[in-house]
């Protein structure tokens, strides 16, 4: 595993282990996100998500640097008009992606199939996110998973050239952490438990 930048604050003496342990995502994201092949190795993290009968259910969409965030912007704030969101939104809506270097937009995307539900195929595109998120902080970036009402828009899908059977999961926006890890606080598994 590639040595992380980040701080580990819960123990454990085997390494893979005290990494999930400790995922935290990370709000505060600064320049440089990940490089052309550190993303590759994020998206084939992405790719090793849980995927019954292999069906590939989603697709990725990428935003990066000053042109491309502000494309992802210029859509969010058209798709903001066009839902009538409030102002306060609309004129938000072209700063939302400049919180980051970097975006990830994890897209479910059905598969037609008699045996994999539609949820399932969701929850395989949703997995995705957090194996990218994981990924990136293997490699010493800070992430956060943030939905927010473009995850649901229709006129977003659509200026995003999704097709009806395509739902956005989640945008994973990545870069180099602004602020260290924080304590976590501690939680009994038990209570998360119920036997049967
Ligand atoms: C599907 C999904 C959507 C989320 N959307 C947002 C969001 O829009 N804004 C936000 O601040 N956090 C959002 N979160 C939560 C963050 O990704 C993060 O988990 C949370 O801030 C807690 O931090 P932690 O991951 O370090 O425990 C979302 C999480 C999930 C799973």
Redesign the pocket.
Known sequence: MTDTKVSTVVESDNPALAFLLN?????KLLAPGPSESELDLIVQAGLRAPDFMSLRPFRFLCARDEAGLTRLGEALQRAAIASKQSEVIINRAPKMPHRAPLILIAVASLKPSDVVPVLDQQFCA?ST??MMQLAARALGYGG?????WP?YDRNLHQELGLTEVEQI???LYLGTPGHPDHALDPEDPQDFITWL
Request: with cysteine.
């Open positions: 995922r935290q995502s990370c709000h949703s996110v957090l956060v998973w943030r939905s927010g995850m999961v989640g945008f």
